[in-house]
C-alpha cells in the first residue's frame, strides 16, 4: 500500500470523521450542586433532574461539590446516581454562603469547618478533594487558612479545585509543604483569564501532578466547536492532564447541560481516540481510582 494511502488508512483508524461526535463515557470534573439547583425542598433540578440530565450524556462521573455543602451530600447519597451508574466524587467545598468567597483564605472558621466535614465523610465514603475555591486577587494564596489548607491537601493525598489564575498556581503550590511537587491541583477552567497556551505549558512541565480542567477556557475552541490548533498541541502534548467539566455555578449551566456535553463530544472527536478517553474519562478515574464505567 502507498505510504500516503497508509496514512490516510491510520488517520481513519484513530481520528473519528468530522461529523461524528465522541461516544466514550465522560468524567465531569467540575460540577455544583449549589442551593440554588435544589434546597432540599424544591427548585428546579432536584436529584432525579440532574442525575437524568448525566445520564443522558453519558456521564459515569462527577466532582461533586456545592455552597453550601448538603447538595454534595444528597448526590453522594443518592440511590438515583447508582441505579444511573454515577459515580460520585465528593469535594469539599469552602463556601457556607456567597460572603465566604472573599474570606475563606483567612477564616479559621473555615479551616475548622473542612476539618470537621473531611471527619464525617459522606455517603458515597470519604471526601477526595477541596473546593472549587476562588481567588480573585492571587496574592490571598499566601493567607494562612489558604496555606493551611494546602498543606493539609497534601497530606491527606485531597485533591484542589482552584479557581485562580496562573500567578496563584505558582502560590498555591508554594504553600504546599512539598512546593508543589506533590499537590494535586486541579486548574479550573485552566486559565479562565486567557494565560497563554505557552504559560499553560510552563506550569504543566514544572508541576508533575497539575491537572487542567476545560470549562470556559478562553481560545480552546475555533471554528464550528473545533479545537483551537495551538489548544490541540497543548492537549496531545499533555494528554494525561487535562480534564473536562460542566462548571453548574449557576442554574442556566444545568439547563445547558446536554449542550455543554455535547460539545465536548464534538472537539474529542477531533482527537486520537486514546487522548480522547483520557481527556473524557481515563485523567479523572486514574486520579481518584475510579472502577471502570
Ligand atoms: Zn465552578
Redesign the pocket.
Known sequence: MPAVALMLLAAALTTAPAWALYRGPLFDA?L?YNVEAWDGQAGPHPPADVVERMRRNGVRAIIANSRPNAGTLALAGSPLAREAGVQVVPFVRLYRDRADYDNWFRDESIYRMVLDLLERGTPAGPYRGIG?FHLYDSANARQPVARKLMALAEARQLAV?A?VDDAAVDLLMAAAPSGGARLRLIW??SGIGGASPARVDQLLARYPLLMGEL?YRPGLTCDEGRLCPQWRALLLKYPGRFML?S???INARWDQYDALMTGYRTWLADLPVDVAQKLAWGNGAALFGLRAP
Request: aromatic share 8%; net charge negative.
Open positions: 467540575h455544583h472549587e479545585l479557581h479550573a477552567h470549562s467539566g462548571d453548574t455555578w
